[in-house]
C-alpha cells in the first residue's frame, strides 16, 4: 500500500462531527471520551492525596462521634444519635467525607475531591467554633438549646466523648480543606469546557440559594409554638410568644462569630463553586454546599420531630428546600456533560 493510500484509508477511517473521540491517558491507561469533554489528569501531587487521607479520617471520626454521649446538659445525658433518623442525619456529612475522601486520595479525577474538601473545610470553621461555643462557653449564658430533640437549659455543660469525636472531625475537615487549597494549583486537570455557557445561570442560581439560605439561618429551624393566654376576669384571650431555642446569630461570642462565618462561606462559596474549572469541581463545591445545608434541615426537623413541644418553623421548611435546590444545582453540572454530548452525537 501506498503512503498516499495509507493517509487516504486512515481520513476515511475517523469518526465524523460530534462522535469524534480522543483518548484521556493517566498513567498507563488510555479511555475514549467525546472530545467535547475530554478530561485531561496529570500526575497528582502527594498533597493532594494527603488531603484525600485527612477527610477519609474526618468522615470516620465524624461517624463514630454521633453514638457515645454527646454532653451532659443540666445533668441530662445527651446522644446525637437516639435513634435510626438521628442516625441517618448525622451520618449525612460523613458519609460525604468518606466517599469523596477515598476518591481523592486514590487521586481520581482529583479536582472534584479538592473541590469538596476545600468547600466543606472552609464551611466547617463556622461549625467548629460554634462546637467550641457549646461545649465550653454557653454556660456564661445559660439559655434554651434543642440537642438532638431535646429541650435542655444550658446552666451546666460538661463534655463527652462525641463531642470531642465531633470537634476532631471538623478539626480534620478544615486541615483537609486547607490542604486542598493549597494543592490546588499544583493539581493538573481540565475538560473541553461544556458547562461554560451555563456558568452564569448557574452562579446566578446558586447565589440567590445562598441568600436565601442564610435568612433561613437567622431563624430557628424548630421553635416553640405561639400559646394563647385567657384572662379569666374579661374573658379577652392574648397570643403569648415563648422564648425558644436561640438562632444562629443569636448566640454570644465565639457562636456568633462561627455564624457568621458559616452564612458569609455559604454565600461566597455559592459565588466561587458555579466558577471552578473543571466541570467535576464545580460539582464537587456545589455537593459539598447541598450536604452541609440539607444536614443543618434535617437537624431542625429532626428536632421537631423528636420534640412535643416544639414545631417546624417556615425558616426550617425554607433550609430544607434550599438544600434540596442545591442538589439540583450539583446534579444539573454533572448532567450538563452527557446533555452536550448526547447534542453532538444527535
Known sequence: MSARESRTGSTRNRPRGGTATGSMTRGTAEVDVPVLDRAVVGTVPSLARAAGVLLVLAGVVGAVAPFPTYLVVGGHPIALAGGVGSALVSLLVPAANLALGVVLARGLVPKLGLAYAGVSGALAVGALLIELYRGSASTARPALEVIAGRQVLTSTVEVRAGWVLGVAALVLAVLAGAAALL??????????????????????????????????????????????????????????????????????????????????GIVLCSVVAPSLRPRLATVGGLLAIAVTVLAAALDGLRDALGSSGLEWTVPGAGLLLAGLGYGALTVLAWRVRRAAVGGQHS
Request: aromatic share 2%; hydrophobic share 50%.
Open 183 to 264: 494543592a490546588w494549583g499544583r493539581t493538573v486537570m481540565d475538560d473541553g469546557g461544556t458547562l461554560d455557557p451555563v456558568r452564569s445561570a448557574l452562579a446566578g442560581a446558586a447565589v440567590l440559594l445562598g441568600v436565601g439560605t442564610v435568612l433561613c439561618l437567622a431563624l430557628p429551624a424548630a421553635d416553640l409554638p405561639r400559646r394563647v393566654v385567657t384572662d379569666p376576669s374579661t374573658g379577652m384571650q392574648t397570643v403569648v410568644t415563648q422564648e425558644g431555642p436561640q438562632a444562629l446569630l443569636e448566640r454570644p461570642g465565639l457562636a456568633l462569630l462561627g455564624g457568621l462565618l458559616l452564612a458569609g
